[in-house]
């Protein structure tokens, strides 16, 4: 078991020709991943890797494949209309890989995914991996080993360093998840906190958050009333400056400054163990399963 | 992006929303010119990208065009937060009967952009809302549909008890949403709106922040950018496609990802040293950007020591190691350097840093502890 994907997963990478998405799409085979799909528009009928079709439009690939997971790597300014194709074409899990995403667009397509039942990952992020059984994303593969920690993070190479970390200390993932740094994105701590506390494979939980916003006290309150299975926090930026990309009215709506400290004392008022650096996780968690 | 006041003020200007004439000096003579011209009161307001211009001195009202020059020749001489003021707007003063607050800004919680307003405008909106926050209605705006009249209207009667002057303000708030969707905002304040003694309803200070995100598509907004007014090092670091901010440390320190760069520096932090900076070389990296990055550290005189921390996902190790090789090839290091690598691509980089004579670790905790050790004066690597 894991959570949102699995070895079953039929995955269509958009942008596969591009710089990154060919690059990614060659390691997601190698993986193991099952990519059954290409969209390039106008480069439908060729075949990338002498492997996978390559469609025009995801209904196209949809159709032909029966493709239930996409992951983008269009350029920022295509990626709104991407995540929309996606997610009208009848894809479940989307992921959006794609940094420079304009937010007032993700506005748009937030509620629309909603609308059409789909989960959107990202964007910004760096996709996931169940190890073992599928990557979707630019998480690199050797780095984890199947076992029974879930990973969550906002940023996409402390996610690495976490990971790598807890693999080389001998404590396996589940599943790991970059949900992506964006003021707006699909899918929060709290969506991937209630998918390992229902997965019975996922047996402690490794968090990783960041200053701005209130995600990660949100999470905390969701730790405390809703979570049985132990989680372990880390909170980047302790010695950052203050944060420039909301200024101060984003703090006045939100009712939060979202410091540091702030998320700090709310993981230790939910019981959660508290790593101060990413080297933390391997024995805190150890001591809690 | 930060835009200034006057050309926050243009761009309402053109959605219709009713403000009053300003010109922009940037000498004493040419405030006192444009004060001339006005007659009467003029307010000289210092256009620089900083919260809090008046309790700075940054804005002072001149009843005459030698006083307009006086001190415009005083606001032009000031920093404030650092930034040097080189602009001054110089506007007629208007006959303030009332003050209100209107912004929209982008929220992270509800996902939309939300319009926040107060009828106790003029001073600090986050005084306000610490102290009064039943003075505040905020209203989230679904950007599918649009703001709708029966919306405006709302915040309008919170605003105001007068129909007339609640419709006033109703179509300064489709205009102010209609400038904050097509200049791709983050962020749009009139502080204050104001209504004057004759009844009208007058924006006296526009703000506008933009998506960086959305210059590519908005190249008249992006032309707007003034490089003059903000800090040299971060210029230098945007134009090379790095995040960057400087810091009172010695660590310079080299990282990709926002996420694991401030890990790193709480880390220097932890095992008892100071980052210079916060240097993010972001992801699809290519060799150009991590020379750029080496020649941003290496003008601090404050670093002692340089640390690089790679954790490579889409971004390629080879590709670091090979900017490593070129930068210090062009202009040899003065103080030492401690790298960290693993991820993609790992054994080519590491391959390429042992044939030019550079060690690397794998261990993060290991070249952080080696790089605030030399930083301190310690051990040569």
Not at chain 1, 180 to 197: H, K, S, Y
Not at chain 2, 56 to 83: D, F, T, Y
Request: charged content about 20%; aromatic content about 6%; some cysteine.
């Amino acid at each position: 078991m894991s959570i949102f994907l699995d070895k079953n997963s039929t995955v269509i990478v958009q942008g596969i020709t591009g710089r990154d998405g060919s690059f990614h799409a060659k390691q997601m085979l190698e993986y193991g991943t099952k990519i059954v799909a290409g969209v390039t528009p106008g480069k439908g009928t060729q075949t990338f890797e002498n492997a996978v079709p390559i469609f025009n439009t995801v209904a196209d690939a949809v159709a032909a494949t029966g493709a239930n997971t996409s992951v983008i790597y269009v350029p920022p300014m295509f990626a709104a209309d991407a995540i929309l194709e996606a997610a009208d074409a009848g894809v479940k899990l989307i992921v959006a890989i794609t940094e420079g995403v304009p937010v007032l667009d993700m506005t748009r397509v937030y509620p629309f995914v909603k609308e059409k039942g789909a989960r959107l990952i990202g964007p910004n992020c760096p996709g996931l991996i169940t190890p073992g059984q599928s990557k979707v994303g630019i998480i690199p593969g050797r780095i984890c080993t199947p076992g029974s920690v879930g990973v969550v993070s906002r940023s996409g190479t402390l996610t690495y360093e976490v990971v790598y970390q807890l693999t080389r200390a001998g404590l396996g993932q589940s599943t790991c998840v970059g949900i992506g740094g964006d003021p707006i994105n699909g899918t929060n701590f709290i969506d991937c906190l209630a998918a390992f506390e229902a997965d019975p494979n996922t047996k402690a939980v490794a968090m990783m958050g960041e200053i701005g916003g209130t995600d990660e006290q949100d999470a905390a309150e969701f730790v405390k009333t809703k979570m049985k299975k132990p989680v372990v926090g880390f909170i980047a930026g302790q010695t950052a400056p203050p944060g420039r990309r909301m200024g101060h009215a984003g703090a006045i709506i939100s009712g939060s400054a979202g410091t540091a400290a702030e998320k700090i004392a709310a993981f230790e008022a939910a019981g959660m163990g508290v790593a101060k650096r990413p080297s933390d996780f391997v024995e805190l968690i150890k001591a809690r399963m | 992006m930060n835009i200034h006041e006057y050309q926050a003020k243009d761009i309402l200007r053109r959605e219709g929303v009713p403000i009053p004439p300003g010109d922009v000096a940037t000498t004493p003579e040419g405030a006192e010119a444009i004060a001339r011209q006005y007659g009467g009161t003029v307010v000289v307001k210092a256009q620089v990208h900083a919260g809090g211009r008046g309790k700075a001195g940054g804005v002072k009202l001149a009843k005459s065009p030698g006083e307009a020059k006086e001190l415009a020749a005083k606001i032009l001489a000031l920093h404030i937060k650092g930034l040097p003021v080189q602009k001054v707007l110089v506007t007629p003063a208007a006959d303030i009967a009332t003050e209100a607050y209107v912004g929209i800004i982008l929220d992270r919680a509800s996902k939309k952009p939300v319009f926040m307003v107060s009828p106790a405008g003029g001073i600090d909106i986050e005084e306000v809302a610490a102290k009064t926050p039943e003075k505040i209605l905020k209203l989230p705006i679904d950007t599918r549909y649009g703001l709708q009249p029966y919306q405006a209207s709302r915040l309008g009667f919170f605003l105001f008890d007068d129909v007339k002057k609640v419709r006033a303000a109703g179509k300064i708030m489709q205009q102010l949403y209609t400038a904050f969707m097509k200049s791709g905002c983050s962020l749009a304040e009139i502080n204050p709106l104001v209504t004057t003694a004759a009844g009208d309803v007058v924006a006296l200070d526009a703000k506008m922040v933009i998506d960086d995100n959305e210059l590519d598509r908005h190249p008249d907004i992006a032309a707007l950018r003034d490089e003059s007014a903000e800090a040299p090092s971060e210029v230098q670091a945007r134009n090379a496609n790095l995040t960057f901010i400087k810091l009172e440390g010695n660590v310079g320190c080299v990282v990709n990802g926002a996420g694991l760069a401030m890990a790193t520096m709480d880390l220097v932090k932890y095992y008892g040293g100071e980052p210079a900076n916060f240097l993010d070389i972001g992801g699809s990296s290519n060799p150009e950007k991590v020379v750029n990055a080496l020649k941003i550290i290496t003008e601090d005189p404050n670093v002692k020591a340089i640390l690089f921390n790679i954790f490579g996902g889409i971004t390629r190790t080879d590709d670091v190691a090979n900017g490593i090789v070129t930068a210090t090839k062009q202009n040899p290091l003065k103080v030492p350097i401690v790298i960290r690598l693993t991820g993609t691509n790992e054994e080519i980089a590491m391959k390429i840093l042992q044939e030019n004579g550079f060690s690397a670790s794998s261990d993060m905790d290991e070249a952080v502890k080696k790089a605030v050790e030399l930083a301190k004066g310690g051990k040569a690597a």
